[in-house]
């Protein structure tokens, strides 16, 4: 069974950097589209960056376009998120997620399209 486990967030202050990592278990890494999403409390889960499972194609929220960068590293079975400039808006719980798609060139931007989920990790960052 694919397990999902996200690290790295903690308390930075506005204009800082950060880089979350999610390791994957369990399963073949590179069968995988995976992706980031936050929660804010009380908000929706809303999609942040995704990669394709042959990583060749990646895409952002516009939200953090240009300052948020999704990589993967296949030796180590993990999908990493980093995040600059950051604001106080980015405070969220960020969640990791992988799927089995049906392209290996496909992104899915749905949370209900994703099949696992990891514990999450907290951002907060203060202004």
């Known amino acids: 069974q694919v397990r999902l486990e996200e690290s790295g967030g903690r308390l930075v202050q506005t204009g800082g950097s950060l880089r979350l990592s999610c390791t994957v278990s369990g399963g073949t890494f590179g069968n995988y589209a995976m992706a980031w999403f936050r929660q804010a409390p009380g908000k929706e889960r809303l999609f942040v960056a995704g990669v394709s499972s042959s990583g060749g194609k990646k895409d952002y929220a516009d939200f953090v376009q240009g300052r948020f960068n999704i990589s993967t590293d296949s030796g180590k079975n993990a999908v990493h998120l980093q995040m600059s400039s950051l604001k106080p808006e980015d405070t969220a719980v960020y969640y990791c997620?992988?799927?089995?798609?049906?392209?290996?060139?496909?992104?899915?931007?749905?949370?209900?399209?994703?099949?696992?989920w990891g514990q999450g990790t907290q951002v907060t960052v203060s202004s």
């Open positions: 997620a992988s799927t089995r798609p049906s392209s290996i060139f496909k992104i899915y931007y749905a949370s209900s399209s994703y099949e696992r």
